[in-house]
């Protein structure tokens, strides 16, 4: 076990908890894993992947539009994360770095 395995792990889990999709799903096969589908949906359809019980209504415009960036970036941390490749992967500080920026500016919402 090391730390990019570790990463790997999380990235996987939170592509899981934000698409609804499990890496074992029938839609997902040689052609086609989790990582690709997430990685694949930038930059325009980003949205369109995400699990629509994740998505909360906001009140206004801006903060819709700021949530919305906040969930394109989670996902950003999760296709970063599982890279195939370790070395390309986000490190584990980096990922601690980027999610507390987003839930500062969540915050600040």
Request: proline fraction near 4%.
């Amino acid at each position: 076990m090391t730390s990019n395995g570790d990463v790997y792990s999380f990235g996987i889990l939170l592509l899981e908890v934000m698409t609804g999709k499990k890496p074992t799903d029938d839609i997902f096969n040689e052609d086609l894993s989790l990582h690709t589908f997430a990685s694949t949906s930038f930059p325009d359809q980003v949205i369109d992947v995400i699990d629509g019980s994740v998505i909360v209504e906001q009140s206004t415009e801006a903060k819709a539009k700021k949530m919305e960036e906040c969930l394109i970036s989670i996902i950003k941390i999760g296709v970063s994360c599982s890279m195939d490749s370790p070395p390309q992967r986000m490190s584990i500080e980096d990922v601690v770095h980027e999610l507390q920026h987003i839930l500062d500016v969540l915050r600040h919402n």
